[in-house]
Every structure is written in C-alpha cells, then in structure tokens.
C-alpha cells in the first residue's frame, strides 16, 4: 500500500512537470495514415493549384430530325443546335429547316452563328446573326438578319428560347420556343414542343404577314437506347394566322396542316 501510494505521488510530479501538448502540437504529432486529418487544421505548404475550370467542351443536339409521310407531298424537317466553349462564354450554332413548306415553298433553311454569355443561373444570353434562305420553283430569297436571344431552362424543366430578328431593312420579328420533357419510364420519352414566329411588318416575300405568324405544336413520343441516340414517333400540328394565313393561300399552301412524324433524336 506504501509503494502504490509513492507511485501515484511520483506520476503526479511528472504530469505537472511535463504538461500535456497543445492540440496543434497533437495534430503535427499524428501520422495521416493513423485516420487523423492534420491537414484540416493546419495549411498546407504543398497542395497544387485550384483547378482550371476553363476547360472547352462541344455539345451538339439534333433535337428534331424527321421525315413527315404525306402521299406525294412527303418532306422532312430538322432542328439541330450546338455550341462550344465554357460554362460562361460559348460559340453557339442553330439550324432548322424543312421541306415542302405550308405556303407551297420547296425549301426553308434558317442558320445562326451567335455569341453565348452565362448571365443567370440556367441561362444564356446570345447575340449573332441569322440567314433565311426560301426556295420557291428554284428560285431562292434570302435576307440576313442580326439576332438577340435569351435560351435557358425555366422552373420545372421547361427548355425555353426566344429571340429577335432585326434585318437590315428594319423589319422586326420574334421566334419563340418552349420544350417539356416528361419521363413515363427511364427509356421512354414524352416531348410536347411549341414554336410560334411573330412579326411587326407584313414581308411578302418571305410570306409573312403582320402579327402573329403561327403556332406549331407538336408532340413527340421517343424511346431511348441510350441517352445520346433515341428514335422517336410523333403528330404535328400547325396554324398559320391572319395576313401571313392570306398569303399562304395565295400561295397554294394550307394554314393549317396535321404531319405525323417519324425521326430520331441525338446528341454528341
């Protein structure tokens, strides 16, 4: 009993002597291989460098590329965007076109190269310019015009994109688009999509009359291989309004028009 007591006395005088270390002298102690993260508390003479978020990426999607059976007059139909760049600046490129259009025209082909900027979360702002090329009995209009737009994704994941057209005549018109799509299954797909063109001058030419233009509305149905290559089935609905409806007609054409579709969705 007297020798514990003597240890006890003598552990004490060592404790005091010697007090216990500092918790930034405990972390410098322990190995980082013992679960401990010294490195947490302490900074670190030798990490690398914040990663480089400026890498360059491109992005094609071909979101519709169809054909549109309808006896003799069967044609085909494309809207392909693409970009490349960063998550702030890109180059943007859009082309949408089709063949045998409402008012009688062998071809409409409409091509953008625009300048992308990151200026909201889920959105871009883009400016550039656009061409327009018409056929009609061989024989092609084209007008060229400056555009601004805006594309992102809206609350609840609808994909929208709008822009103004200026040419340089001063004639103003507006495109916008609205895109939902709804998951039925991991695979399979369903897309309503909605365009509608506007315009504050009638341009005969190019059959377009004043105010609203048309309304498409279409719905898709797509089954997905993979996420990069999805065929899909579809019905388009189209309508022409008021004068650019009245030069439709002149032209031969229908305002209004069913399509059913058939074509294949892809991206890269």
């Known amino acids: 009993m007297k020798t514990s007591l003597g240890t006890l006395i003598v552990m004490v005088l060592i404790y005091l002597l010697h007090p216990a270390p500092s918790l930034a002298a405990t972390a410098n102690a322990l190995p980082e291989d013992e679960g401990s993260t010294p490195s947490n508390l302490i900074p670190q003479q030798h990490w690398p460098s914040p990663v480089?978020?400026?890498e360059r990426f491109t992005f094609i999607l071909a979101d519709v590329l169809e054909y549109r059976p309808k006896g003799d007059h069967s044609d085909f139909r494309w809207d392909i965007e693409g970009w490349h760049g960063g998550d702030y600046k890109r180059i943007w490129f859009k082309s949408e076109g089709e063949r045998n259009t409402a008012f009688k025209a062998d071809y409409d082909i409409d091509f953008q190269l625009l300048y992308g900027r990151f200026f909201r979360k889920?959105?871009?702002f883009q400016a550039g310019l656009r061409s327009e090329t018409q056929t009609f009995g061989g024989q092609n209009v084209t007008r060229v015009q400056a555009v601004v737009g805006v594309e992102g994704?809206?609350?609840y994941r609808y994909e929208v994109e709008s822009a103004l057209f200026i040419s340089h005549r001063g004639d103003l018109s507006v495109r916008f688009t609205i895109t939902k799509n709804f998951l039925l299954t991991q695979r399979v797909v369903f897309q309503p999509r909605l365009e509608s063109h506007a315009a504050v001058q009638r341009v005969a030419r190019f059959t377009?009359?004043?105010?609203?233009?048309?309304i498409e509305f279409g719905l898709r149905l797509r089954y997905e291989i993979r996420r990069e290559l999805a065929p899909y089935i579809g019905v388009s609905f189209d309508r022409s309004f008021s004068g650019t409806a009245d030069l439709v007609r002149q032209e031969g054409g229908d305002p209004r028009q069913v399509r059913f579709a058939a074509g294949v969705r892809m991206w890269f």
């Open 208 to 214: 377009t009359g004043r105010g609203l233009n048309n």
């Open 52 to 54: 480089d978020d400026m």
């Open 153 to 155: 994704l809206a609350p």
């Open 122 to 124: 889920y959105y871009d």
